[in-house]
């Protein structure tokens, strides 16, 4: 099973600012990656898929890169509605495996 | 509108069995992977099952294998989770899903599911 390890567990920033999040995955899962963001009562919600393809109506400040088993999703100039728990997800290997999630707090 | 609703969860006590149905709308159902995923209130999210288009190849999660089986009704656009030998650690929250990308882009809202005596 492919364990994926997302950092930090906890990111405090600022509205304006520049959000880094990353997720390692335990082997190469080449760009089968995707990122989800989820608020309090809600389902996730796709924003990447394939590592760097913003999923339909995600604002153009959300961006991932990476392949093989570095990734990252970047939030430019964060916005109020972005403070919430982002998970990544491979869809390499069966079975499909999810990171333990990011919080991003003011 | 593209919609997912979830139904079927309730308590249940351990050892026992619950049928999940998730209800497709607005999307042409029978072309989409379809998942279910779980998540414990507070906690992250655990993938546990995949079905192909026309339900003839499926994947679990080893924690749920051998008791949960996924199935999909292409011409009522419903996929299904059948749930037995029901333990607490599978009380969650639990969401259909389903991909028309790379990833899962349509999410239900989810039903909870109880296990205990």
């Known amino acids: 099973e492919v364990v994926l390890t997302q950092s930090p567990a906890t990111l405090s920033l600022s509205p304006g600012e520049r959000a880094t999040l990353a997720c390692r995955a335990s082997?190469?899962?080449?760009?089968?990656l995707a990122w989800y963001q989820q608020k309090p009562g809600q389902p996730p919600c796709l924003l990447i898929y394939?590592?760097?393809k913003r999923a339909t109506g995600i604002p153009a400040r959300f961006s991932g890169s990476g392949s093989g088993t570095d990734f990252t999703l970047t939030i430019t100039s964060l916005e109020p509605e972005d403070f919430a728990v982002y998970f990544c997800q491979q869809r390499y290997n069966w079975p499909y495996t999810f990171g333990q999630g990011i919080k991003l707090e003011i | 509108e593209v919609q997912l609703v979830e139904s079927g969860g309730g308590l249940v006590q351990p050892g026992g069995s619950l049928r999940l149905s998730c209800a497709a709308s607005g999307f042409a159902f029978g072309n989409q992977w379809m998942h279910w995923v779980r998540q414990v209130p507070g906690k992250g999210l655990v993938w546990v099952s995949h079905i192909d288009t026309d339900g003839r190849t499926t994947h679990y999660a080893d924690s749920v294998k051998g008791r949960f089986t996924i199935s999909r009704d292409n011409v009522k656009d419903t996929l299904f989770l059948q749930m037995n030998s029901l333990t607490a650690e599978d009380t969650a929250v639990y969401y259909c899903?389903?991909?028309?990308?790379?990833?899962?882009?349509?999410w239900g809202q989810g039903t909870m599911v109880t296990v205990s005596s």
């Open positions: 082997q190469s899962v080449r760009t089968s």
């Open positions: 394939d590592a760097s």
């Open positions: 899903a389903g991909d028309t990308v790379g990833g899962s882009d349509i």
